[in-house]
């Protein structure tokens, strides 16, 4: 069974940083895409990052550019996105996707095939 699981969220500063990481686990991990998602109280689930299956390729949406880098390690089964210069309006639950069709960057969150748990970040001011 396929298991995604996030962990590496928590309450920062303004200003501060965080690493999130997901473990993946029941699926040939290489061969799918991975993003991350992000969630507000009140707010639709809205794209984040994304990296294809060999990590050489990447996308952001354009809040996080230059704040954000998403990547990945094949040989261990996880992605990383490192969050630096936080904001207050980053909080919310972040989650990681897998998804198996390739050749673009999809940010509809109904295209992925997979979803971990989430795992909350909350920026103060």
């Known amino acids: 069974q396929v298991q995604l699981v996030e962990s590496g969220g928590g309450l920062v500063q303004a200003g501060g940083s965080l690493r999130l990481s997901c473990a993946a686990s029941?699926?040939?991990?290489?061969?799918?895409?991975i993003s991350w998602f992000r969630q507000a109280p009140g707010k639709e689930r809205e794209f984040v990052a994304a990296?294809?299956?060999?990590?050489?390729?990447?996308y952001y949406e354009d809040s996080v550019k230059g704040r954000f880098t998403i990547s990945r390690e094949n040989a261990k089964n996880a992605v990383y996105l490192q969050m630096n210069r936080l904001k207050p309006e980053d909080t919310a639950v972040y989650y990681c996707a897998a998804i198996s069709r390739s050749g673009y960057f999809y940010t509809d969150p109904d295209k992925y095939d997979y979803w971990g748990q989430g795992t909350q970040v909350t920026v103060s001011s």
């Open positions: 029941g699926l040939t991990f290489s061969s799918y895409g």
């Open positions: 990296v294809t299956r060999n990590g050489g390729s990447t």
